[in-house]
């Protein structure tokens, strides 16, 4: 079974320019989430996505994030325009539950794409 | 992929040795915790889990303690080997999807 894939693994783009980072959950599983690790810091939830809706985007730092799911499959997290302190790593998970119902082993997470922002 | 931390705690440990890896948590309301393994270049991997209504539970090598007084979590590590160097990270949640993460334990196991 294919485990979650990030696109790219890394991406080095000037202060003021877009990037988007894309997520492909493991098949069938309809919830996926998007968190981000700042500067060696505590990983932070940004936002949680049930099929192709936004069940909680409360971790979404500022209106510069947009994060999008057609169709309830990949998504995509684009950054717009890009700061220096959005540099980090943003990892994508998934799962076909939530995890507080059936444990924390259901929620897989990809190997990340590390931003950096210059 | 990501690199390790550059200034995460640290535990060095020999291989052979019991690693004990602790984390505080903050919302004395969060009723899952869960501890997570992340390899250079991957993201983290599900270790352990427990729930609020215990206070241990052992898998394979590891064993997570959860005191709720002192809002304090766990992991230990029988036997470390190499293949235990990594980054662990504890997490609760309390009643909804969202992970809080803690800042990270960098272990280092030397021969």
């Known amino acids: 079974e294919a485990g979650v894939t990030q696109f790219p693994s890394h991406s080095v783009i000037e202060k003021g320019q877009t990037v988007t980072l894309r997520c492909d959950p493991i098949?069938?599983?309809?919830?996926l989430y998007w968190y981000r690790r700042v500067m060696g810091k505590e990983i932070k939830f940004l936002l949680h996505?049930?099929?192709?809706?936004?069940?909680?985007e409360s971790g979404m730092p500022n209106n510069r994030f947009l994060a999008e799911r057609t169709g309830g499959t990949y998504s995509t997290l684009k950054v717009q325009p890009a700061e220096l302190e959005d540099s980090g790593v943003y990892f994508c998970?998934?799962?076909?539950?939530?995890?507080?119902?059936?444990?924390?082993?259901?929620?897989?997470f990809g190997s990340g794409t590390q931003l950096s922002v210059l | 992929g990501e690199s390790v931390g550059l200034h995460l705690p640290t535990l060095s440990v020999q291989e052979g040795d019991n690693s004990i890896i602790n984390c505080a948590y903050s919302?004395?309301?969060?009723?899952?915790f869960i501890w997570y393994k992340q390899e250079s270049g991957k993201g983290p991997q599900f270790i352990i889990d427990?729930?609020?209504?215990?206070d241990k539970r052992q898998g394979q090598r590891v064993t997570v303690l959860l005191n709720k007084t002192v809002k304090h979590l766990s992991l230990q590590i029988a036997a470390t080997q190499p293949g235990d160097s990594a980054v662990y990270f504890c997490?609760?949640?309390?009643?909804?999807?969202?992970?809080?993460f803690g800042t990270g334990t960098r272990l280092q196991v030397f021969p």
């Open positions: 998970a998934s799962s076909q539950t939530a995890p507080g119902w059936t444990g924390g082993e259901k929620l897989f």
């Open positions: 098949s069938g599983h309809d919830n």
């Open positions: 996505f049930v099929k192709e809706s936004k069940q909680d």
């Open positions: 919302n004395s309301a969060s009723d899952y």
């Open positions: 427990i729930r609020s209504n215990m």
């Open positions: 997490a609760e949640t309390h009643g909804t999807d969202k992970l809080i």
